[in-house]
């Protein structure tokens, strides 16, 4: 008989609870004091195993809320969309990500493609890991017509096209990638952990929604000895 941790028990009880619908996307989970109760342990093991299925994409927190169950579809649209979509397919389970700066900037460059009065936009660093050593370096420039507050409350995100599908009902759909080479300076090669000058892959990508509406502008860098980027072409 196979012997696991608690807090692995737990993470497969809920996991097959949302594969079998018992929880659908939207649905809140009960309660840390419920859970107790409910699997007969103490708190502990019930916060790893939530953090543990936050960290697969498979709820997300919302403060004063609880943990929510997220919709896949997005993950899966957003990995799909993805040139690096074999990678994370393969890898999903053990990626994480955080941010590490969250503020407002000045940008005619990024607002104008927004089409927004204003030049404010909300500007985001983060990092993408794999078994806890980063992989990407991403920079989000977003449009403020998209509230703030939605990334204060979830800082640790998989993906943007997921959080605000979840919390605007913003679909992207389209993207336009532009990708070179370049190598890592001072500050890139402090957050991938390499040294100055190591190849990485950049890219930019500018997304639509389903209305046409540009939201967002992704920048990222990678290494490309470790991930791969491919596309696939469909001909008529």
Request: aromatic share 12%; charged share 25%; glycine share 4%.
């Amino acid at each position: 008989m196979r012997k696991i941790s608690a807090h692995q028990r737990i993470y497969e009880a809920i996991l097959q609870d949302i594969n079998l619908n018992k929880y659908l996307s939207g649905d809140v989970l009960p309660s840390e004091s419920e859970m107790e109760k409910l699997f007969a342990v103490s708190r502990t093991p019930i916060r790893q195993a939530l953090q543990q299925l936050e960290n697969d994409g498979y709820i997300y927190k919302l403060q004063g809320k609880g943990s929510i169950v997220a919709d896949r579809k997005p993950q899966e649209d957003w990995i799909n969309m993805s040139g690096f979509r074999e990678s994370y397919n393969l890898e999903w389970g053990k990626i994480s990500a955080k941010t590490i700066d969250l503020q407002i900037k000045q940008s005619s460059e990024y607002s104008s493609l927004f089409n927004t009065v204003s030049n404010d936009v909300i500007y985001l660093q983060r990092i993408r890991y794999l078994d806890e050593k980063p992989i990407f370096y991403m920079e989000h420039y977003i449009s403020k017509d998209i509230p703030y507050s939605i990334f204060e409350k979830n800082l640790h995100f998989s993906s943007i096209q997921q959080l605000l599908v979840e919390q605007t009902n913003i679909r992207l759909v389209t993207a336009v990638d532009t990708i070179e080479a370049v190598i890592a300076d001072e500050y890139l090669s402090k957050q991938l952990q390499v040294t100055i000058g190591t190849p990485l892959l950049k890219g930019s990508r500018i997304s639509q929604s389903d209305t046409q509406r540009v939201f967002n502008v992704d920048i990222f860098y990678t290494l490309t000895d470790k991930w791969k980027y491919k596309s696939a072409y469909s001909y008529d």
